[in-house]
């Protein structure tokens, strides 16, 4: 699963961009991944959710069966 979550970061997102420093690069690619990776970018082994709105809806299903 790491060798296609860096896939994708490479294809998606560092080949389309210039850095002009590494420190850049660390903190643009880290942004990338906290705010559109993990919030909006839906992911096949997620069923097409984001991991965000993935656990969200696992946590809800987990809180309805202990309150049944």
Known sequence: ???AFNS?????YV???TFRTR???RIRI???ITDFCNTRRPHSVCGFKS???YEREYRATLAE???A
């Open 23 to 25: 420190t850049e690069a």
């Open 51 to 53: 991991p965000i709105d």
């Open 65 to 67: 069966g202990m309150a």
């Open 1 to 3: 699963m790491s060798e």
């Open 30 to 32: 880290a942004t990338w």
């Open 15 to 17: 080949h389309r961009h």
């Open 8 to 12: 994708v970061l490479k294809v998606e």
